[in-house]
């Protein structure tokens, strides 16, 4: 069984840190370009980051960039995402997914992260 | 910034057929991809690539392209289908990936 389990979330007041991670199982994870993409409760899905296989190149969305930080482990088959001078609209269920060619191809359940003093 | 724009519900009677555009510029040019995304549920990935279905989509659900809109067909819905649908880009412009807005689907 191929899956992606998300952990880390929870509550942090604004301005605080919170580092996600995600597990990677039943796949080739080091052959893979992964992504982390949110969604604020009850609204619509956002992209956040995306790194490639090899963790050389990330590219990251304009509301995030020089705040957030994504990273992997080949060897541990893990994806991080650390989010530093959190805003309150950062909270979101945060999802990572595995790229399947500029698409989204296998999701993991998501995390949710709320940010509130 | 690229703006993918689709309804915000769409309704059909069970056995009819739903279909859910997504109106963008240049969208011809793009690969579009679609998700499906159930109450309380992660995305699920339904069609790719404009009409490829991954391995256990039913063959119900279809995708096609003219001009500047995208469409999600889904023939025969069932109670089953009804979720929200999500439309998806990569713009190479900015190299970033743009969801549409996204429809709720209602079998009535």
């Known amino acids: 069984q191929v899956h992606l389990v998300e952990s880390g979330g929870g509550v942090v007041q604004p301005g605080r840190s919170l580092r996600l991670s995600c597990t990677a199982s039943g796949l080739t994870f080091s052959s893979y370009a992964m992504h982390w993409v949110r969604q604020p409760p009850g609204k619509g899905l956002e992209w956040v980051a995306l790194?490639?296989?090899?963790?050389?190149?990330?590219f990251y969305a304009d509301s995030v960039k020089g705040r957030f930080t994504m990273s992997r482990d080949n060897s541990k088959n893990i994806l991080s995402l650390q989010m530093n001078s959190l805003r309150t609209e950062d909270t979101a269920i945060y999802y990572c997914a595995r790229d399947g060619t500029r698409s989204f191809d296998l999701w993991g359940q998501g995390t949710l992260v709320t940010v509130s003093s | 910034s690229y703006v993918l724009t689709q309804p915000p519900s769409v309704s059909e009677a069970p056995g009819q057929t739903a279909r859910i555009p997504c109106a963008g510029n240049?969208?011809?040019?793009?690969?579009v991809h679609w998700y499906q995304q159930k109450p309380g549920q992660a995305p699920v990935l339904v069609v790719s690539d404009e009409s490829d279905r991954p391995s256990g989509i039913p063959e119900r659900f279809s995708g096609s392209k003219s001009g500047n809109t995208a469409t999600l067909t889904i023939s025969r819905v069932e109670a089953g289908d009804e979720a929200d649908y999500y439309c998806q880009v990569w713009d190479s412009g900015s190299d970033h990936y743009v969801f549409g807005t996204g429809t709720k689907v209602t079998v009535l």
């Open positions: 790194i490639s296989y090899d963790g050389v190149n990330k």
């Open positions: 240049i969208i011809g040019t793009k690969s």
